[in-house]
């Protein structure tokens, strides 16, 4: 049996989170390139140990992220952290907040994918297209305006949160992803990664769910303080974001219904039957397996003012099906192959229709069923008796 003393074990890899340490800058595409090979995207692969690679990979998510973070801060949005009133020593989760929240009138709100850290759509996306478009970078100077960023003025709001930052590392005082915390220095690299325990959790953000309804209870909902008394809200959900929005609303809708103007919903991941019938005051007894239902519920409100955008080989803004399963009519995004790049081919077409709902309160939109397409090797046909002709 081998024995190898702590001296003998590989020492844990450091790579700064620098770009140009790494090898990488920034073309005048936005794009991050090598230095030594300029048509070249970021390499992942750069050892045969995977915790090489992880490294380079997390050094290389930082270095995005703090470019971000830069950009955001230029166009004056800033950080806010909750549970509201903790400290910057406390375990705390940071969200992403535009300077005019008090005052706005409107107030476009983002719930991400738990998958993706705080202010990034895809790294996916950073890597092949831009910077400006992998992140929230684009979407927040178009709900913003060149104007409003200039003056730090204007009717529209933005909102941030953060659903996939929800481990907090007491040593460095920050919350991190997942993917963040296996990143950390250990002490070599065959040692086990840091255990997560209580200490790690943040009060009232444990969880996704827990951090979506921190976000309405302790920003959304503090009219007259960090919002306007008669702010609405325009709601975007990704995947488990979305779905967290769309439970805690269910079950709160008498008190949320005058300030919601619409939603819109990337990769969702709720169930009509499951998910939208959560108001104690409806009654169990009811039958709501059809697109039947009850006036000015929840459920109503998804059908008529809500929009979800699936992967779809179909071209952006076709009817695809989907609209049994979600409850609202249902559009290809502009995506067919990455979930995670939904929102980067999709934004750009939620906007304008959130605009629209915004400024006509009795704009409801028309159910669509379509029908979906089954290959099904005839059986269907066989079944009615139906003779196919190849």
């Given at each position: 049996m081998l024995v190898y003393q702590r001296k003998d074990l590989p020492a844990d890899p450091v790579f700064e989170p620098n770009l140009k340490s790494l090898g990488y800058?920034?073309?005048d595409k936005d794009q991050i390139r090598q230095i030594a090979n300029p048509d070249q995207e970021f390499k992942y692969k750069i050892s045969n140990v995977d915790r090489w690679n992880e490294l380079?990979?997390?050094a290389m998510n930082e270095c995005i992220r703090r470019i971000t973070l830069s950009r955001l801060q230029d166009m004056g949005v800033s950080t806010l952290r909750l549970p509201l009133g903790v400290t910057a020593d406390e375990p705390h989760v940071p969200i992403l907040a535009s300077s005019n929240l008090q005052t706005a009138k409107r107030v476009v709100v983002v719930f991400g994918s738990p998958m993706q850290d705080l202010g990034i759509w895809a790294y996916r996306t950073v890597g092949t297209v831009s910077i400006a478009e992998g992140t929230v970078v684009s979407f927040v100077k178009a709900v913003l305006g060149d104007d409003q960023?200039?003056?730090g003025q204007g009717d529209t709001a933005v909102v941030i949160a953060n659903t996939g930052q929800l481990l907090y590392h007491n040593r460095s005082g920050r919350a991190m992803s997942?993917?963040?915390?296996?990143?950390?220095?250990?002490?070599?690299?065959?040692?086990p990664g840091l255990k997560i325990t209580r200490r790690n959790k943040v009060p009232r953000n444990s969880n996704w769910q827990e951090h979506v309804e921190c976000v309405f209870d302790d920003v959304l909902a503090a009219r007259g303080r960090m919002v306007s008394e008669d702010t609405r809200f325009d709601i975007i959900g990704v995947a488990e974001g979305g779905l967290a929005a769309v439970r805690y609303l269910a079950r709160n809708w008498s008190k949320w219904s005058r300030y919601i103007s619409a939603m819109c919903l990337a990769e969702?991941?709720?169930s009509r039957r499951s998910d939208l019938f959560l108001d104690p005051s409806l009654s169990s007894d009811d039958d709501?397996?059809?697109l039947a239902c009850p006036p000015n519920s929840f459920a109503d409100f998804i059908a008529t003012r809500c929009r979800a955008y699936v992967l779809s080989d179909q071209p952006t803004e076709t009817p695809v099906?989907?609209?049994l399963v979600y409850g609202c009519n249902t559009y290809a995004s502009g995506e067919e192959l990455n979930s995670e790049c939904i929102m980067p081919a999709a934004w750009r077409h939620m906007l304008p229709w959130l605009r629209k709902l915004h400024d006509d309160p009795q704009y409801e939109e028309t159910p669509m069923v379509i029908q979906e397409d089954?290959?099904?090797g005839g059986w269907e046909a066989w079944r009615e008796g139906v003779e196919l002709i190849d």
């Open positions: 800058f920034i073309n380079n990979r997390e960023i200039s003056s997942q993917r963040s915390w296996l990143a950390l220095p250990r002490e070599s690299a065959v040692h969702p991941t709720h709501y397996g059809s099906p989907g609209t089954v290959d099904d």
